[in-house]
């Protein structure tokens, strides 16, 4: 079995591949201060109450906080006696490389999701991820990662809405009723809601101009589905987009060394 791991600025993915499907998918808080005690100790007993028996083999991970993947590693290395494959590392290699100023570093997520983009929906298109950063990842006609765009996240553009206003109060994010907003609460979430609909479509109709080509417009994350209520925005909303990603890269390196 092959454990895929997806570590983000807000949240870390835990998701079992048995080699038909993905048998349970589980998330926690990141934190460069667990230990791999502790992610053992949480991973173990939740594959005991899902009843998942069977032995982990392979792992892979993708992690855009560097400081997380040490004990990440030490997870794989102690406790399923398998050396961890790390997106963005040499002995991790990509199916096509990606087209990029000299020197540059693409965050492993954005690469994960461009190859598990291709796999599905061909080149040509644009991945949109809901994170703590909402990235645009440009997938090439041949499969090549080509350049993007990073904005704020939605969560975290409310944060720093809150915490720069003293009078503005934290609010969750959802659909408003109305672009008009009759008091405090509906009036953030209608600038936030309809504000990142705006952002979506301005940013990918330039990108189309750019590229001069019908350009397919996949989502991904979790507010993703949010996004996507009757606005025509996205051709397809991937929930599972990064892990289908990592056991893809999983399954051609290991075709690699066959």
């Known amino acids: 079995m092959l454990l895929c791991i997806d570590c983000g600025n807000t949240n870390t993915v835990f998701s079992i591949w048995d080699?038909?499907?993905?048998?349970?998918?589980?998330?926690?808080?990141?934190?460069?201060?667990?230990?791999?005690?502790?992610?053992?100790?949480?991973?173990?007993?939740?594959?005991?109450?899902?009843?998942?028996?069977?032995?982990?083999?392979?792992?892979?991970?993708?992690?855009?906080?560097?400081?997380?993947?040490?004990?990440?590693?030490v997870l794989c290395n102690r406790y399923f006696d398998c050396r961890p494959m790390v997106v963005g590392k040499p002995e991790c290699a990509l199916p096509v490389a990606p087209r990029v100023d000299e020197g540059t570093t693409v965050g492993p997520d954005r690469l994960v999701n461009a190859v598990a983009g291709f796999d599905r929906h061909g080149g040509?298109?644009?991945?949109?991820?809901?994170?703590?950063?909402?990235?645009?990842?440009?997938?090439?006609?041949?499969?090549?990662?080509?350049?993007?765009?990073?904005?704020p996240g939605v969560n975290l553009s409310l944060e720093a809405l809150h915490q720069s206003a003293a009078a503005l109060p934290h609010v969750d994010i959802s659909k408003p009723q109305a672009v008009i907003g009759t008091n405090t609460v509906a009036c953030i979430q209608s600038g936030v809601f309809w504000g990142y609909i705006g952002l979506v479509e301005g940013i990918v109709r330039q990108i189309r101009v750019e590229r001069d080509r019908p350009m397919k417009v996949i989502a991904t994350g979790g507010l993703a589905p949010l996004f996507d209520q009757g606005f025509d925005l996205f051709d397809k909303v991937e929930?599972?987009?990064?892990?289908?990603?990592?056991?893809?890269?999983?399954?051609?390196?290991k075709g690699l060394t066959a």
Request: charged share 20%.
């Open 239 to 253: 929930e599972d987009l990064t892990m289908h990603g990592l056991r893809l890269l999983n399954d051609y390196n």
């Open 19 to 73: 080699g038909n499907a993905f048998l349970s998918t589980w998330r926690m808080e990141t934190n460069h201060k667990r230990t791999a005690d502790e992610y053992f100790v949480w991973l173990s007993g939740l594959m005991r109450l899902h009843e998942i028996t069977g032995k982990i083999t392979e792992t892979i991970i993708s992690s855009t906080v560097p400081r997380v993947v040490f004990n990440l590693r």
């Open 124 to 151: 040509d298109i644009v991945v949109v991820d809901f994170g703590t950063a909402t990235t645009f990842d440009v997938v090439a006609r041949d499969g090549a990662y080509i350049g993007g765009v990073i904005a």
